[in-house]
């Protein structure tokens, strides 16, 4: 399946943030994003509102005119019929352009689960279908396995050698590569240092996240002038990926279980989490459970000793701690 306007390296916004801001606030930015060029929007039914968001900030827009994006949780036939509908309505549209599941192993999917993606896309109200994963295993299988038509995992100028390869595996088998976190969730600070990286990467497509007009204006002019890897640009990436060594995260989970019981996922990436979602969110007492319980760290080395990228995991989990702390005092909250 061909996405019509997605040419090499084309990227689009990633719509997550919208979340904190006000319905109004979120569509103005969709409405910026497109009338500044971009024609690709990924929007998500893990968050309430950013569908509606989306479907706002685009109404009036011939629906040809943009790609819409947007991902789904579903175990089974049903689950999955019924977040397809959900989000068309939510979208004001007959159709999605990609339909990417998540938190499901491909090789684990029933035969009723496959045959409603099937049927969805055979009757035209998905054109592609995806998976979203945070596992490389699990996109590897997604685009080698033939069924899906495109991936959506976390790629930046910090990814492993075997990360960049994956995106390169998806070009040679004509699977769609869809980036998240292309700023490495706030690590990077050069969106230009960024994409030229990614266009630099094979037929990668990041989507960018943005909460205020001035990075959606930036985003927008680099991608209608892209920006060449020149050598001073290949020498601010690499005083980046010294930088930030061992600090990126993916939440794959192959740390896990931690013998004192931590989310070790959600505690290293706390702070990324936070600042996606809308503000408030993330106070409730499992969420401070977990958080005080990332505090007991005993620093036993099981989990660096599985982080197949060589993280320092217990660093990455004191830092979750640290900005959550300062996120609950912004709140106005206590939780230790």
Known sequence: MTL??????KGGLDCKRLGRLDGRGGA???????????RLFAATR???????????????????????LTDVRASDAEDFRRSLDESL??????????????GVCPGDMSDGLREAMTEAKRSRRVRSLGLASDSLEQAREAVCGGFFDAVLYPLNSLSAPEELELAALAEERGVYFFASMPMAGGLLRSAACAMAFLRGAGKVHPLWGAEYP???????????????????LHERIEGEREMNAGMLCRGCGE????????????AARAGYIIHITPRGAYTDRETRGKMRLAMKCVGCGYCADRCRFG????GLIRRGVNEYREYMWEQGEEWE
Request: with cysteine; net charge positive; glycine share 12%.
């Open 4 to 9: 019509k306007g997605l040419g090499r390296g």
């Open 214 to 232: 001035w990075q959606i204006d930036e985003t927008a002019a680099l991608e209608r002038k892209p920006p060449r890897l020149t050598r001073l």
């Open 28 to 38: 103005a930015l969709v409405r910026r994003a497109y009338d500044g060029g971009m």
């Open 255 to 266: 740390c896990m279980p931690c013998p004192v019981g931590i989310d070790i996922p959600f």
């Open 311 to 314: 993280l320092n995991v217990r």
């Open 89 to 102: 309505r939510a979208l004001g549209t007959e159709y999605v352009d990609v339909l990417c599941l998540r």
């Open 46 to 68: 893990e968050y309430p509102g950013i569908e509606e968001r989306v479907a706002r900030g685009l109404a009036g827009v011939t629906r040809s005119e943009y790609l819409l």
